[in-house]
């Protein structure tokens, strides 16, 4: 019994989950559960990915896009991930559609 014991602390520690709490402008809070820190630099990659495609944003990342604030343990990557996605570079945060070098 102790070793199967053993082996679910294992897998628990393995498989442990954080939710990500993020602060939505009307004051409500939406929570997004990452399994590790791998899959939030995965969701940076992905920010970057889908923000210059230009074609919407997978549900995960158009609540972080539409967020106010939010975090994680360990650091501030959902923040890096908001940057990425409103950057005026990207078509989601352009107004209007135009270019970004407009002006230049």
Known sequence: MRRLEKRIANLERRFHCEPVILQMPDG?????????????????LRAARESEA??????????????????????HMIEFCRAVLNSPATPAGRAGGEDCTDGL
């Open 28 to 44: 409500t809070e939406e929570r997004i559960v990452v399994y590790s820190g791998n899959e939030l630099l995965d969701l940076l």
């Open 54 to 75: 230009g074609v919407g944003f997978s549900p995960d990342l158009d609540v972080i896009r539409r967020s106010i604030s939010g975090g994680e343990k360990g650091g």
